[in-house]
C-alpha cells in the first residue's frame, strides 16, 4: 500500500470499504477494503499529483497543473461530475483544496 491518507465519506458503506488514492501518475484507484480488490482505476482531467478533499458525497482534486475536478464518491465506478482551471495556477499547483460552510476554497500555491 502507499501512503496516500484514507478518506472518510459521509456514506458508511464507502467509508468502511473503500478509499481513493492518487499517484503521481494521475491514476485515481477506489479499493474494496473488505477484500483487497480494485473495483475501479481511472486517469483524471488533470497531471501530476492531486490533493484530495472528500464533502457531500463527492471528492475533490486539485491537480498538480491546476484542474480541479468533482468526482462522485462512488466505489462500483468512475463518475466525473465536473472540472475548471484554476487561473494563474500552472507549475506545481499542490496546495489541498478547502470545503467550508458549503462553499469551495481552491487555493493557489
Known amino acids: 500500500m502507499n501512503q496516500c491518507p484514507e478518506l472518510l ?10 478509499r481513493s488514492q492518487q499517484h503521481n501518475n494521475g ?13 475501479w482505476k481511472q486517469c483524471g482531467p488533470g497531471t501530476g ?23 462522485e464518491a ?8 465536473g472540472t475548471f482551471e484554476l487561473p494563474n495556477a500552472g507549475g506545481d499547483s499542490l496546495s489541498h483544496p478547502v470545503i467550508a460552510h458549503g462553499r469551495l476554497f481552491p487555493v493557489c500555491s
Open 27 to 39: 491514476l485515481s484507484t477506489s479499493i474494496d477494503f473488505e477484500t483487497g480488490k480494485i473495483a
Open 49 to 71: 499529483s492531486a490533493s484530495i478533499v472528500a464533502a457531500d458525497g463527492y471528492l475533490y482534486f486539485h491537480y498538480q497543473d491546476g484542474v480541479v475536478a468533482l468526482i
Open 74 to 81: 462512488n466505489p462500483e465506478e468512475y463518475r466525473l461530475k
Open 9 to 18: 465519506l459521509d456514506e458508511p458503506s464507502i467509508a468502511l470499504a473503500y
